[in-house]
């Protein structure tokens, strides 16, 4: 959309600001850093800034919702995707079964906690929307997988306490097989996705 912008692209993690150099070797437009974005910065700088699947980690959304703002010109927008509250709640529900008292420390935003949050930022909130998508996968452990090698497993909203036992572990593969099964065949985990878009006036 904007072939001549400058960009400042942000990551917590090296590995994914490599990844993401290999991806677009030798452009110019970009500087890459690893960094948290959501941390407190410069004077208003961004036309635009955009994330896609990260805030939902922040431990604090509307502090960095806040911070994020503050990076915005006037007239500047904010994109974002971020999942919400209801996400892997088959996941969340068989966890309680097999390992009672070690829930996640933290939970998911929900739609109506975001918007708020933009609202309380400064920004306009010209568009927002919620979609559900279930994914099939042929077992649990096939799911645990996968949410493993996504860094999924990682942060307040994954983890409980304790990290769960062999025996707890195998407790909650049992009931998930058994109470989450996908019409067409294998276990199902549903997704909740949140579109924001938002305005600094």
């Not at 290999?22 to 700088?45: K, L």
């Not at 995707?81 to 996640?104: K, N, V, Y």
């Not at 920004?123 to 493993?148: G, K, N, Y």
Request: aromatic share 6%; glycine share 8%.
């Amino acid at each position: 959309r904007w072939p001549q912008a400058q960009l400042d692209a942000f990551d917590a993690a090296p590995g994914m600001i490599a990844v993401a150099r290999e991806t677009w070797p030798g452009d110019e437009r970009v500087r890459w850093q690893v960094a948290d974005a959501t941390a407190a910065g410069d004077e208003p700088a961004y036309d635009l800034v955009a994330s896609n699947c990260a805030l939902h980690w922040a431990l604090d959304l509307p502090a960095a919702l806040r911070r994020l703002a503050a990076r915005l010109k006037p007239g500047g927008l904010f994109a974002a995707s971020l999942m919400l509250r209801g996400t892997l709640a088959e996941l969340h529900e068989a966890r309680l079964i097999a390992a009672p008292g070690q829930p996640p420390r933290a939970r998911l935003p929900s739609r109506e906690l975001t918007e708020t949050a933009l609202w309380q930022a400064g920004l306009t909130v010209t568009h927002a929307e919620e979609q559900t998508i279930r994914q099939t996968f042929p077992d649990t452990r096939s799911l645990l997988r996968q949410l493993h090698e996504h860094g999924v497993t990682g942060g307040l909203i994954s983890q409980g306490p304790r990290a769960l036992t062999r025996g707890e572990l195998a407790r909650l593969c049992e009931v998930y097989d058994a109470g989450y099964p996908a019409p067409e065949g294998g276990v199902s985990a549903t997704y909740r996705v949140g579109y924001f878009i938002a305005e600094r006036l």
